[in-house]
Nanobody, 119 residues
Framework: QVQFVESGGGLVQPGGSLTLSCLASGNAFRLRIMGWYRQAPGKQRELVAG???????SYADSAKGRFTISRDNAKNTVYLQMNSLKPDDTAVYYC?????????????WGQGTQVTVSS
């Protein structure tokens, strides 16, 4: 079973930036559709961004213009660059394999990485 290890979260002030990384195990990473989800306290997990093998991307409205998803197939890694962060972006962020660029996920969940946006 494919496993995902997320990293790069932390505490950042409003307006700041963070880059999250997700290392995926297994073979054929380059063929997978990958995505970043987040789950804020008391809320459902939501898909933030997705990327297909050729680099085509899709974003939730909340992420458009601020977040950028990318991938390095040679490193089995997907990234999420987050700029202009807001307190509402506070959540645990997870990556996962997607059935399509807009979800749903098709893999197991990792532990995620906590992002806290606060002054």
């Amino acid at each position: 079973q494919v496993q995902f290890v997320e990293s790069g979260g932390g505490l950042v002030q409003p307006g700041g930036s963070l880059t999250l990384s997700c290392l995926a195990s297994g073979n054929a990473f380059r063929l997978r559709i990958m995505g970043w989800y987040r789950q804020a306290p008391g809320k459902q997990r939501e898909l933030v961004a997705g990327i297909v093998s050729n680099g085509i991307t899709s974003y939730a409205d909340s992420a458009k213009g601020r977040f950028t998803i990318s991938r390095d197939n040679a490193k089995n890694t997907v990234y999420l660059q987050m700029n202009s962060l807001k307190p509402d972006d506070t959540a645990v962020y997870y990556c996962n394999q997607l059935a399509s660029i807009r979800g749903p996920n098709s893999g197991a969940w990792g532990q995620g990485t906590q992002v806290t946006v606060s002054s």
